[in-house]
């Protein structure tokens, strides 16, 4: 069974001594940066500048965890907000203490549903013993 794939190819067979046109494309106005950029010494000092950036961000968003202490509801959103984001393990041991001070403090009165049905899924994600009643 000989299997010719010179004459059942839709395209025709490019001729090597074809001459062919180049275009004059224009140098593009990004440079070579992105290509040569793991090759570049600049990336330990990006590196380093991003993990800093990082540290910072993570530092305000643990104030901004006690500074809503004050008010238990703004905290149990704040709490809700950084678990939906999925960066929660960043500071698990920040909302654990906020979450039990919440659950301690079982007097705070909430005002609404809304209010009562997340302090309720909060604790119970992070297994407090709390009734639904």
């Known amino acids: 069974m000989s299997t010719d794939h010179s004459s059942s190819s839709p395209f025709p067979i490019a001729n ?9 494309y224009q140098r593009s106005i ?8 793991d ?3 600049d990336n330990e000092i990006t590196l380093a500048h991003k993990g800093q950036q990082l540290e910072d961000l ?4 643990r104030r901004e965890l006690i ?7 703004k905290q149990l959103k704040f709490i809700d907000a950084i678990q939906r984001l999925g960066v ?14 919440t659950y301690d403090g079982t007097n705070d009165v909430y005002h609404d549903l809304y209010d009562d049905a997340l302090r309720f899924r909060l604790l119970r994600q992070q297994g407090f013993d709390i009734s639904c009643g």
């Open 30 to 37: 990004w440079g070579n940066s992105f290509i040569l950029s």
């Open 67 to 73: 500074a809503a202490a004050s008010d238990p509801l």
């Open 58 to 61: 993570k530092e305000e968003v």
């Open 16 to 24: 090597p001594n074809t001459n062919r046109q180049t275009a004059n």
């Open 88 to 101: 929660a393990y960043h500071f698990k041991k920040d909302i654990e203490e906020a979450l039990q001070d």
């Open 39 to 41: 090759a570049c010494d």
